[in-house]
Protein backbone atom coordinates (compact mmCIF):
# COMPACT_ATOMS: atom_id res chain seq x y z
CA UNK A 1 0.00 0.00 0.00
CA UNK A 2 1.20 3.24 -1.33
CA UNK A 3 1.79 5.49 1.89
CA UNK A 4 2.82 9.75 2.06
CA UNK A 5 1.99 12.13 -0.82
CA UNK A 6 -1.15 11.15 -1.94
CA UNK A 7 -2.48 12.90 1.64
CA UNK A 8 -1.03 16.17 0.48
CA UNK A 9 -3.29 16.26 -2.27
CA UNK A 10 -6.37 15.71 0.07
CA UNK A 11 -7.85 18.96 0.17
CA UNK A 12 -6.62 20.25 -3.07
CA UNK A 13 -9.78 19.91 -5.01
CA UNK A 14 -12.12 21.74 -2.92
CA UNK A 15 -14.02 25.29 -4.26
CA UNK A 16 -12.95 27.71 -1.64
CA UNK A 17 -12.20 30.86 -2.47
CA UNK A 18 -8.80 30.16 -1.82
CA UNK A 19 -8.29 26.96 -4.32
CA UNK A 20 -9.92 29.19 -6.85
CA UNK A 21 -7.18 31.79 -6.94
CA UNK A 22 -4.28 31.27 -9.46
CA UNK A 23 -1.71 28.79 -7.91
CA UNK A 24 0.75 32.05 -8.87
CA UNK A 25 -0.70 34.52 -6.85
CA UNK A 26 -0.63 32.26 -3.61
CA UNK A 27 3.41 31.51 -3.97
CA UNK A 28 3.99 34.95 -4.27
CA UNK A 29 1.98 35.80 -1.17
CA UNK A 30 2.11 32.61 1.13
CA UNK A 31 6.47 32.88 0.71
CA UNK A 32 6.55 36.50 0.90
CA UNK A 33 4.63 35.95 4.68
CA UNK A 34 7.25 33.15 4.86
CA UNK A 35 10.74 35.23 4.39
CA UNK A 36 8.48 38.40 6.36
CA UNK A 37 7.51 36.19 9.85
CA UNK A 38 11.26 33.87 9.43
CA UNK A 39 13.21 36.67 9.83
CA UNK A 40 11.80 38.57 12.78
CA UNK A 41 14.47 39.28 15.47
CA UNK A 42 13.01 39.23 18.59
CA UNK A 43 9.80 38.14 19.94
CA UNK A 44 6.47 40.90 18.97
CA UNK A 45 3.56 39.92 20.34
CA UNK A 46 1.53 42.53 17.90
CA UNK A 47 3.30 41.40 15.03
CA UNK A 48 3.08 37.69 15.68
CA UNK A 49 -0.62 38.54 16.49
CA UNK A 50 -1.44 40.57 13.65
CA UNK A 51 0.13 37.49 11.11
CA UNK A 52 -2.00 35.07 12.71
CA UNK A 53 -4.50 37.27 11.97
CA UNK A 54 -3.80 37.12 8.51
CA UNK A 55 -3.08 33.35 8.11
CA UNK A 56 -6.56 32.62 10.00
CA UNK A 57 -8.49 34.80 7.51
CA UNK A 58 -6.66 32.66 4.62
CA UNK A 59 -7.32 29.29 6.79
CA UNK A 60 -11.00 30.53 7.26
CA UNK A 61 -11.66 31.01 3.62
CA UNK A 62 -9.88 28.00 2.01
CA UNK A 63 -12.10 25.92 3.73
CA UNK A 64 -9.21 23.01 5.12
CA UNK A 65 -10.23 21.02 8.07
CA UNK A 66 -8.72 22.83 11.25
CA UNK A 67 -7.97 19.35 12.74
CA UNK A 68 -5.79 18.27 10.22
CA UNK A 69 -3.33 21.87 10.33
CA UNK A 70 -2.95 21.09 13.88
CA UNK A 71 -1.96 17.01 13.21
CA UNK A 72 0.91 18.24 11.07
CA UNK A 73 1.86 21.00 13.07
CA UNK A 74 1.74 19.11 16.06
CA UNK A 75 4.83 16.87 14.51
CA UNK A 76 6.93 20.28 13.63
CA UNK A 77 6.60 21.44 17.47
CA UNK A 78 7.18 18.06 18.85
CA UNK A 79 10.53 18.43 16.94
CA UNK A 80 11.15 22.61 17.72
CA UNK A 81 11.36 21.30 21.47
CA UNK A 82 13.66 19.12 20.74
CA UNK A 83 15.99 21.05 19.16
CA UNK A 84 15.23 24.18 20.60
CA UNK A 85 13.54 23.59 24.03
CA UNK A 86 17.04 23.40 26.46
CA UNK A 87 17.30 27.62 25.45
CA UNK A 88 15.22 29.44 28.02
CA UNK A 89 17.34 27.45 30.51
CA UNK A 90 20.46 28.23 28.99
CA UNK A 91 20.32 31.53 26.80
CA UNK A 92 20.91 34.29 29.31
CA UNK A 93 22.25 37.73 29.64
CA UNK A 94 25.55 38.66 31.56
CA UNK A 95 23.84 39.22 35.26
CA UNK A 96 20.64 38.19 34.09
CA UNK A 97 18.40 36.84 37.27
CA UNK A 98 16.30 34.04 36.72
CA UNK A 99 12.85 33.56 36.46
CA UNK A 100 12.10 30.51 38.22
CA UNK A 101 14.73 28.00 39.81
CA UNK A 102 13.48 23.90 39.29
CA UNK A 103 15.02 21.57 41.67
CA UNK A 104 17.40 23.82 43.23
CA UNK A 105 20.01 23.96 40.02
CA UNK A 106 18.11 24.15 37.04
CA UNK A 107 17.10 27.89 36.45
CA UNK A 108 14.92 29.48 33.68
CA UNK A 109 15.63 32.91 32.25
CA UNK A 110 13.77 35.57 30.22
CA UNK A 111 15.96 35.96 27.69
CA UNK A 112 16.27 32.44 26.40
CA UNK A 113 12.62 32.01 27.29
CA UNK A 114 11.55 34.85 24.38
CA UNK A 115 13.99 33.18 22.05
CA UNK A 116 12.06 30.17 22.32
CA UNK A 117 8.68 31.17 22.28
CA UNK A 118 10.16 33.54 19.17
CA UNK A 119 11.41 30.40 17.33
CA UNK A 120 8.64 27.92 18.00
CA UNK A 121 5.78 30.93 16.76
CA UNK A 122 7.88 31.64 13.83
CA UNK A 123 7.72 27.97 12.93
CA UNK A 124 4.21 27.49 13.62
CA UNK A 125 3.25 30.32 11.43
CA UNK A 126 5.18 29.62 8.47
CA UNK A 127 4.62 25.66 8.42
CA UNK A 128 0.67 26.49 8.92
CA UNK A 129 1.38 29.09 5.50
CA UNK A 130 3.59 26.09 3.89
CA UNK A 131 0.37 23.80 4.41
CA UNK A 132 -2.06 26.31 3.53
CA UNK A 133 -0.27 26.55 -0.12
CA UNK A 134 0.17 22.94 -0.40
CA UNK A 135 -3.41 21.86 0.30
CA UNK A 136 -5.17 24.61 -1.83
CA UNK A 137 -3.66 23.82 -4.80
CA UNK A 138 -2.46 20.55 -6.91
CA UNK A 139 1.38 19.89 -6.86
CA UNK A 140 1.35 20.00 -10.37
CA UNK A 141 -0.25 23.74 -10.73
CA UNK A 142 2.47 24.65 -8.12
CA UNK A 143 5.14 23.42 -9.86
CA UNK A 144 3.85 24.98 -13.14
CA UNK A 145 3.59 28.76 -11.45
CA UNK A 146 7.23 27.81 -9.76
CA UNK A 147 8.30 27.56 -12.98
CA UNK A 148 6.40 30.37 -14.70
CA UNK A 149 8.02 32.71 -11.61
CA UNK A 150 11.42 31.91 -13.03
CA UNK A 151 12.51 29.56 -9.88
CA UNK A 152 15.61 27.58 -11.50
CA UNK A 153 14.37 24.26 -13.68
CA UNK A 154 16.72 22.41 -11.23
CA UNK A 155 15.07 23.35 -8.16
CA UNK A 156 11.35 22.97 -9.29
CA UNK A 157 12.48 19.24 -10.70
CA UNK A 158 14.44 18.33 -7.72
CA UNK A 159 11.56 19.35 -6.00
CA UNK A 160 8.81 17.44 -7.91
CA UNK A 161 10.63 14.40 -8.21
CA UNK A 162 11.42 14.08 -4.49
CA UNK A 163 7.65 14.67 -3.79
CA UNK A 164 6.90 12.04 -6.57
CA UNK A 165 8.82 9.11 -5.35
CA UNK A 166 8.88 10.19 -1.71
CA UNK A 167 6.19 7.14 -1.46
CA UNK A 168 8.22 4.82 -2.86
CA UNK A 169 11.07 5.14 -0.80
CA UNK A 170 8.60 5.18 2.35
CA UNK A 171 6.96 1.86 0.91
CA UNK A 172 10.85 0.58 0.38
CA UNK A 173 11.31 1.25 3.92
CA UNK A 174 8.36 -0.09 5.30
CA UNK A 175 8.88 -3.60 3.32
CA UNK A 176 12.76 -3.60 4.93
CA UNK A 177 11.09 -3.54 8.35
CA UNK A 178 9.05 -5.79 7.85
CA UNK A 179 11.25 -8.05 6.97
CA UNK A 180 13.40 -7.74 9.75
CA UNK A 181 10.53 -7.60 11.97
CA UNK A 182 9.45 -11.39 10.59
CA UNK A 183 13.71 -12.48 11.60
CA UNK A 184 12.96 -11.14 14.99
CA UNK A 185 14.57 -7.76 15.16
CA UNK A 186 12.50 -5.56 17.35
CA UNK A 187 14.77 -2.48 17.39
CA UNK A 188 14.48 -1.33 21.12
CA UNK A 189 17.30 -1.84 22.61
CA UNK A 190 20.37 0.43 22.11
CA UNK A 191 22.61 -2.59 20.75
CA UNK A 192 20.27 -2.92 17.89
CA UNK A 193 21.56 0.25 16.41
CA UNK A 194 24.20 -1.81 14.25
CA UNK A 195 20.96 -3.20 12.33
CA UNK A 196 19.18 -0.16 12.18
CA UNK A 197 22.68 1.22 10.65
CA UNK A 198 22.57 -1.76 8.28
CA UNK A 199 18.93 -1.02 7.25
CA UNK A 200 19.58 2.38 6.18
CA UNK A 201 22.40 2.07 4.40
CA UNK A 202 20.71 -0.72 2.43
CA UNK A 203 17.55 1.77 1.70
CA UNK A 204 19.99 4.50 0.53
CA UNK A 205 22.04 2.19 -1.85
CA UNK A 206 18.56 0.64 -3.27
CA UNK A 207 17.33 4.21 -3.57
CA UNK A 208 20.62 5.34 -5.27
CA UNK A 209 19.76 2.65 -7.81
CA UNK A 210 16.23 3.04 -8.31
CA UNK A 211 17.20 6.93 -9.49
CA UNK A 212 19.55 5.98 -11.59
CA UNK A 213 17.09 3.82 -13.20
CA UNK A 214 14.67 6.13 -13.47
CA UNK A 215 16.41 8.79 -14.60
CA UNK A 216 17.84 6.66 -17.51
CA UNK A 217 14.36 5.68 -18.92
CA UNK A 218 13.60 9.92 -18.37
CA UNK A 219 16.09 10.03 -20.77
CA UNK A 220 15.52 7.25 -23.03
CA UNK A 221 11.75 9.11 -23.53
CA UNK A 222 13.28 12.39 -24.34
CA UNK A 223 14.18 14.24 -20.90
CA UNK A 224 15.92 17.27 -21.41
CA UNK A 225 15.82 18.84 -18.16
CA UNK A 226 12.56 20.64 -18.46
CA UNK A 227 9.44 19.35 -17.22
CA UNK A 228 7.15 21.87 -16.87
CA UNK A 229 6.14 24.43 -19.76
CA UNK A 230 6.16 27.53 -18.33
CA UNK A 231 2.36 28.33 -19.54
CA UNK A 232 -0.14 28.54 -16.90
CA UNK A 233 -3.21 30.60 -16.60
CA UNK A 234 -3.14 34.53 -16.53
CA UNK A 235 -3.56 36.34 -13.15
CA UNK A 236 -7.12 37.42 -12.88
CA UNK A 237 -8.25 40.61 -11.28
CA UNK A 238 -9.32 38.74 -8.11
CA UNK A 239 -5.38 37.23 -7.72
CA UNK A 240 -4.07 40.96 -8.34
CA UNK A 241 -6.50 42.16 -5.54
CA UNK A 242 -5.32 38.96 -3.18
CA UNK A 243 -1.78 39.58 -4.01
CA UNK A 244 -1.91 43.61 -3.61
CA UNK A 245 -4.17 43.21 -0.11
CA UNK A 246 -1.95 40.31 1.49
CA UNK A 247 1.29 42.25 0.13
CA UNK A 248 0.10 45.78 1.62
CA UNK A 249 -1.25 43.82 4.73
CA UNK A 250 1.99 42.17 6.09
CA UNK A 251 4.80 44.19 4.65
CA UNK A 252 3.04 47.53 6.03
CA UNK A 253 2.43 45.98 9.47
CA UNK A 254 6.23 44.34 9.33
CA UNK A 255 7.36 48.16 8.85
CA UNK A 256 4.84 49.97 10.99
CA UNK A 257 5.91 47.65 13.85
Known sequence: MTTGTGNTELYSGLHSPVHRLNPKSKIVVL???IVLCSTI???SPV???AYLVFLTAVFIFSGIPLLYIIKRLSVILFLVIIVAGFTPFIRHLPGENALAVISGSIKLYRTGLMVFLNILVRVCLSV???LI???TAPFTELMEGFAELKVPALIVNIINLT???LSVITDEALRMKRAAVSRGYSGRWLWHAGAVGRITGSLFLRSYERSERVYYAM???GYTGIMFSKKTLPLRRTDWFF???SLFYIAGIRLAV
Do not use: K
Open 31 to 33: IAF
Open 133 to 135: LIL
Open 163 to 165: YRY
Open 219 to 221: LSR
Open 243 to 245: IGV
Open 47 to 49: LYG
Open 128 to 130: SAL
Open 41 to 43: GSF
